[in-house]
């Protein structure tokens, strides 16, 4: 059974930036894609950003693409989420997701079979 755990959240101005990090453990880590998805209070959870296996392809919500920056360590079992120019807009509990097998639509909730617990991010202005 894999185990997902983010880090890396907390409070941050409007503006600034945030490095999140998503550790996988229980087996080694997933050769398909992993995804980042974030959910406010009082709405849906929503996809950020996923990776390929390879690390090769990334995908962004658009409103996020050119903030924010999504990267994987097959070696180190980890991947990780660069955010800068946050807004007040982006807070949220932030959750990393694995997928199970070959993915045909990264932004899909139903595309990923494990689920990280989430780190909250919170944007002051």
């Known amino acids: 059974q894999v185990q997902l755990v983010e880090s890396g959240g907390g409070l941050v101005q409007a503006g600034g930036s945030l490095r999140l990090s998503c550790a996988a453990s229980g087996r080694t880590f997933s050769p398909y894609a992993m995804g980042w998805f974030r959910q406010a209070s009082g709405k849906e959870r929503e996809f950020v950003a996923a990776?390929?296996?390879?690390?090769?392809?990334?995908v962004y919500e658009n409103s996020m693409k050119g903030r924010f920056t999504i990267s994987r360590d097959n070696a180190k079992n980890s991947v990780y989420l660069q955010m800068k120019s946050l807004e007040p807009e982006d807070t949220a509990v932030y959750y990393c997701a694995e997928a199970h097998r070959i993915v045909s639509n990264y932004a899909a909730r139903g595309a990923y079979d494990y689920w990280g617990q989430g780190t909250r991010v919170t944007v002051s202005s």
């Open positions: 990776v390929s296996w390879s690390g090769g392809r990334t």
